[in-house]
């Protein structure tokens, strides 16, 4: 596991136990114990079965998951889920700053267990993008393929795609376009929404075509 904190890697930790995380001093990585919009207790790490259990410790604030498909999901005040097998970033953010917790799962003798999320399997069956289609796919997704603190799953606009391509914003348009298209075709990436750059690119990715 590593603790990203500014950017930088400011540590490693190897649990084989329950692990806490949060600002007390008393915690198994104390992220900030001066920040007080982090929990005293904001996290913790369980091993169960086969794998590993997240639990926000919170009674009040929300964690948020960096998936390794580069999506972003929540985990609400109290709550608890499985990572997946493929590991996954754990981001606290307090009043100065954005912590970030890179968890690299070791897989165990009993990981057949009730209770893993693999997590490596795409969850859509969705169509492949052609070359072109995939280059402007990378291009509005690049926030999401980054790497935390870099990380940021909001999709890229037409123009900033387009100029990261080095192509017409209508050229890119056009090609994601017609990805939707073809997503309408097999019931995905709301087909009605005015702006669907979100859902397309969330689809590519958690269908596992990017």
Known sequence: ?????????????????PLIIGRGRDCDLCLDPGD?????????????????????????????????????????????????AAGATIVVTGLRLRHGIRVALTRRADASAV???EGDDPTLDVPTPTPAEREALLAL?????AEFPRWDPVPLS????????G?????????????????ARVGIAGGELQDA?????EAALAGGVL
């Open 115 to 117: 209770g893993v999320d």
């Open 158 to 165: 037409y123009a900033d795609a387009g100029r990261r391509l």
């Open 197 to 201: 750059r979100a859902a397309v690119v």
């Open 141 to 145: 997704a690049s926030g999401y393929l």
């Open 1 to 17: 596991m590593e603790w990203i904190d500014g950017g930088r890697v400011a540590g490693r930790i190897e649990a084989v136990g």
């Open 167 to 183: 192509l017409r914003t209508s050229t890119v348009r056009k090609r994601i376009e017609g990805y939707r298209e073809r997503l």
């Open 36 to 84: 007080r919009g982090i929990s005293r207790r904001a996290a913790a790490l369980e091993p169960v079965g086969g794998g590993w259990m997240l639990v926000n410790c919170s009674s009040s604030r929300t964690l948020q998951v960096r998936e390794p498909t580069g999506l972003g999901s929540l985990l609400h005040a109290g709550s608890r889920r499985a990572l997946p």
